[in-house]
């Protein structure tokens, strides 16, 4: 059993920043996520959920969304089984329930298909 958990959302004004955070666990994933790419998604309402941000098992991989390079930042910490996304300059447009998902692949895809596990979701509100 694999569990992803996210938190860190909330209500933040135009300009303002936030930090989500994902802890990972489970009785043999909590060994194996140092191996595993691990990657943040988002759904608006109305909207099909896209892909956010990315990250490789090591870390020293990444790949963003056009809509929030040079504003968010994917990270990990291995040791703590946690992956983080900063985002910065936030905008409206921003606001979306946002994912956590552990890929089954070691590096970074931004493809959905290719996670297979998920979190419940964190909702981040962006107010103009």
């Known amino acids: 059993q694999v569990q992803l958990v996210e938190s860190g959302g909330g209500l933040a004004q135009a300009g303002g920043s936030l930090r989500l955070s994902c802890a990972a666990s489970?009785?043999?994933?909590?060994?194996?996520?140092?191996?595993?790419?691990m990657g943040w998604f988002r759904q608006a309402p109305g909207k099909e959920r896209e892909f956010v941000a990315g990250?490789?098992?090591?870390?020293?991989?990444?790949a963003y969304a056009d809509s929030v390079k040079d504003r968010f930042i994917i990270s990990r910490n291995n040791a703590k089984n946690t992956v983080y996304l900063q985002m910065n300059s936030l905008k409206p447009e921003d606001t979306a329930v946002y994912y956590c998902?552990?890929?089954?692949?070691?590096?970074?895809?931004?493809?959905?298909?290719?996670?297979?596990?998920w979190g419940q979701g964190t909702q981040v509100t962006v107010s103009s």
């Open positions: 998902a552990a890929s089954r692949k070691p590096g970074v895809t931004s493809t959905p298909a290719l996670y297979g596990y």
């Open positions: 990250i490789s098992w090591s870390g020293s991989n990444t």
């Open positions: 489970g009785r043999t994933f909590s060994n194996t996520f140092r191996n595993t790419g």
